[in-house]
């Protein structure tokens, strides 16, 4: 296959939530003389991250240098920080709130990595901690959550708006993208297990309840990440659970009490919260982000990807660095396509 | 049998009536509370006001003010944690004093929680101002509150009745024993207070669910309240930023309206996609100090003894503790109550 300086390379995106969208809008800024198509099944609302409460607060991905992570949370922490000091910012989803990640004994890490991205970083004051007896030491900070319902149509908005296209399907296998795309980004989620015969990748499945307590103004996080109030723009997010291996989309009603249970001993008048709704989401947990090429090959036919999947829980807090990683990626098998082929020397 | 009357019926009246009602209806076999207003909630200034615990920028000129806005404050932090929080129109609420320089921290930094200064990060977001402090505080809705405390009056007996008191002498003629004049910035029409001026403040209400902090800019060239603010109300968000002595006008009028917009639009532009709700005036109570004094009155042969809690602007704040004082005057009434170990 040879490309001319001029050819338009054509882009196929699997999966639309927020890292096939956000690929997608990088993609189309960053690399020009592309088409971008965005191939998914399931669209917003129905993706994993319209169940998620969006909180910028990272985990740690045991298999990812602590630098790498920092700089994909900070790039991420930076771009909605714009969003949210601008008139767009309810439009996209993206709020302000501030809050306190609280311990039950001292951590070994009393200052996280991700410390000096988040805004106005301290340690909670013995007064503050006064309202949480069972915990003994806390974070104070101010962060950004970025809600998928309202975020992701504003990304597919971006899409269309630089000309890519949007297409309901279901692939099942990747090469039905051959020879109609020349790239392909994959961004499928637990779509991969599949996809990309990666068995690294695994559900984490998480439950919540999404209630009516408008008067809940802070975010509340227990450090051990398993319970959690998370105030949004029109509702509050209780959690969780973390059922490793659990495919169950369907809520446990047992389970949905028992979050109550845990969020109330936190922030006592959510037993005044109302129209509780019950959501499950399965977290593409994986030991670290899986981030890289790998060109296909099949008799004579050859198919670059970009693998770009496998957040678990911090998708959101991740998402826009770990694009703005997998576009230079596709920049570069843009390269490999543009560069004309040797010709052989007989 | 004891027969104490509170007149007015905002934050002030009905926290003296409950606090007083609280401490000696158990003591005192026959006492009788009763409130008279001529407004009741909707309609008084508590309603209008954003409901956030925060003084005045410098020490108040009687000490003891000091006193009882942290006392206020550490009254409705203990509360916080109950469940019937939201119920009572109580929430915590952090955000943002902003400045265009440098200014002392204020004497309530320790009383609010987790004061600090702004990073420089922070004061990027507000490109007109240089800097500010953030601190969690709380919110008492008004009309949230008030309705909390008529419930709370109405389970323990106590009744209401909307009349406008031209006197104090026709209170004292119907038997009362005790009069609390709690009618803020109308006291002067029962007894006359130079000292006492409308600081009229017009609000618009708007439905901004998305923003969670309050953010309080100060101009120390226009003075207090005449800078734009946004607070964050159990439900609504209250944008203000007008204050003017000695105005009497009940309504709401354009030009104030358009200094508020446009100084809340330019503060937070996400505003221009909020709906309002509505629009409110009301009246300060000014005063440069909060009168809270015992003064007996003599009608004919009846001796009654009246007591004047009437304060500035941030009544919210100074309510509870003033109630403390108040009964430590009724204390002296009686001398039955001295044996009383409040």
Known sequence: MSFGPMDTVRIAVVGAGVMGLSTAVCISNMVPGCSITVI????????????????????????????????????????????VNSAEAEDAGVIMVSGWQIFRSIPTEEVPYWADVVLGFRKMTKDE????????????????????????????????????????????????????FDIVVNCSGLGSRQLAGDSKIFPVRGQVLKVQAPWVKHFIRDSSGLTYIYPGVSNVTLGGTRQKGDWNLSPDAEISKEILSRCCALEPSLRGAYDLREKVGLRPSRPGVRLEKELLAQGSRRLPVVHHYGHGSGGIAMHWGTALEATRLVNECVQVLRTPAPKSKL | MMRVVVIGAGVIGLSTALCIHERYRSVLQSLEVMVYADRFTPLTTTDVAAGLWQPYLSEPSNPQEANWNQQTFNYLLSLIGSPNAANMGLALVSGYNLFREAVPDPYWKDIVLGFRKLTVRELDMFPDYSYGWFNTSLILEGRKYLQWLTERLTERGVKFFLRKVESFQEVAREGADVIINCTGVWAGALQPDPLLQPGRGQIIKVDAPWLKHFIITHDPERGIYKSPYIIPGLQATTLGGIFQLGNWSETNNIPD??????????????????????????????????????????????????????????????????????LNHLRSLCPGWLYLNK
Not at chain 1, 151 to 179: A, C, F, M, N
Request: hydrophobic share 35%; charged share 20%.
């Open chain 1, 129 to 180: 901690l006064k309202k949480f007896p069972q915990h003994v030491f806390g974070h104070a900070f101010t962060t950004l959550k970025c809600e998928g319902p309202a975020y992701l149509p504003w990304l597919q908005k971006r899409v269309k708006g630089s000309r890519g296209l949007i297409l309901t399907q279901r692939i099942e296998d990747l090469w039905e993208l051959h020879p109609s």
């Open chain 2, 257 to 326: 309206h358009n200094t508020i917009w446009e100084g809340c639009c330019r503060l937070e532009p996400t505003l221009k996609d909020a709906k309002i709700i509505g629009e409110w005036s009301g009246f300060r109570p000014v005063r440069p100090q909060v009168r809270l004094e015992r003064e007996q009155l003599c009608f004919g042969s009846s001796n009654t003894e009246g007591m004047f809690p009437t304060q500035g602007s941030n009544q919210h704040l100074l309510h509870w503790q003033a109630d403390s004082l108040l």
């Open chain 1, 40 to 83: 998914s099944d399931k669209f917003t609302p129905e993706t994993t991250s319209d169940v998620a409460a969006g909180m910028l607060i990272p985990p740690t991905y045991p298999d990812t240098p602590i630098q790498k992570q920092k700089q994909w949370f900070k790039d991420t922490f930076d771009h909605l920080f714009a969003i």
